[in-house]
């Protein structure tokens, strides 16, 4: 019988920013998936979820692919300066 108390965790990203890997894990639990944030000593940070959801949590964060500067705006909360206006 499969014990699904506590299921393992699994990595769906690896994020370069604390900031950043915190709001992937605030999108996934606004879908109501439980979601941790961990890091190493490398300044990587993993987003981990329990294996039972972690199909539907790539498939989540995969549909809401995030440009570089949404991500950056996730990260220090705002918008970065538009070079191309005049």
Not at 12 to 27: E, K
């Amino acid at each position: 019988m499969k014990d699904t108390a506590n299921p393992a965790p699994r990595k769906v990203a690896t994020i370069f920013d604390a900031r950043v890997a915190r709001r992937l894990a605030a999108l996934l639990e606004d879908e109501l998936i439980p979601a941790e944030v961990l890091s190493d000593s490398s300044q990587r940070w993993y987003v981990l979820v329990p294996s039972d959801y972690a199909d539907r949590a790539c498939v989540i964060l995969r549909s809401s692919e995030l440009s570089e500067a949404e991500l950056s705006y996730l990260a220090v909360g705002e918008l970065g300066s538009d070079h191309g206006s005049g």
